[in-house]
T-cell receptor, first 115, second 114 residues
Framework: AQSVSQHNHHVILSEAASLELGCNYS??????LFWYVQYPGQHLQLLLK??????LVKGIKGFEAEFIKSKFSFNLRKPSVQWSDTAEYFC?????????????FGRGTSLIVHP | DAGVTQSPTHLIKTRGQQVTLRCSPK?????VSWYQQALGQGPQFIFQ???????QRGNFPDRFSGHQFPNYSSELNVNALLLGDSALYLC?????????????FGPGTRLTVL
């Protein structure tokens, strides 16, 4: 079965700082990768996803993530964060067809951006 | 276009009671998945329903059961509630059998067990 590790549980940044949130997964086969965001009081929303092709994926609100297969990683980045990026960020992976296509989530990273 | 809706928003129960949570999927979706999100944790998969049958199940006891109706809406039932069942319960809808499809999440039901 697949699993996901998010190493940074709490991140505090000032506006305009650069962001990188780590995500590593464990599964030896083909994977699909996702980053979700949960803004305060709102539901989980998809930021971006990777299925195949270009390992650098661009999502909404200026976020991007890079899939590095050799490192089993899918780190989320943003060059300049805003106060409105304050939220919980979840990395998720599913692994069809050999594994399950039900996504497995990491425990999340809480990001606080100070104005 | 209505997204995923869930009811109720909040619920308070006592140990040993039973609870039913409801979910309506996004228009055009036929599959409903339920997740439990404990405080400070990521969502954990409970089970998935398609064509009114449970298709996959996560590592949750039989106290957790569900149902899907012909209109694709779904219910999650939890019997003999324990304090540890306190969590945010999320419903997500999607199209069955398409692993690259995006799951759309509802706002969740916050269950507190006293």
């Amino acid at each position: 079965a697949q699993s996901v590790s998010q190493h940074n549980h709490h991140v505090i940044l000032s506006e305009a700082a650069s962001l990188e949130l780590g995500c590593n997964y464990s599964y030896g086969g083909t994977v699909n990768l996702f980053w979700y965001v949960q803004y305060p009081g709102q539901h989980l929303q998809l930021l971006l996803k990777y299925f195949s092709g270009d390992p650098l994926v661009k999502g909404i609100k200026g976020f991007e993530a890079e899939f590095i297969k050799s490192k089993f990683s899918f780190n989320l980045r943003k060059p300049s964060v805003q106060w409105s990026d304050t939220a919980e960020y979840f990395c998720a992976v599913n692994a069809p067809p050999g594994g399950s296509y039900i996504p497995t989530f990491g425990r999340g990273t809480s990001l606080i951006v100070h104005p | 276009d209505a997204g995923v809706t869930q009811s109720p928003t909040h619920l308070i129960k006592t140990r040993g009671q039973q609870v039913t949570l409801r979910c309506s999927p996004k228009s055009g979706h036929d599959t409903v998945s339920w997740y439990q999100q404990a405080l400070g944790q990521g969502p954990q998969f409970i089970f998935q329903y398609y064509e009114e049958e449970e298709r996959q199940r996560g590592n949750f006891p039989d106290r957790f059961s569900g149902h899907q109706f012909p209109n694709y809406s779904s219910e999650l039932n939890v019997n003999a509630l324990l304090l540890g069942d306190s969590a945010l319960y999320l419903c997500a809808s999607s199209l069955y059998g398409i692993p690259t499809d995006t799951q759309y999440f509802g706002p969740g039901t916050r269950l507190t067990v006293l």
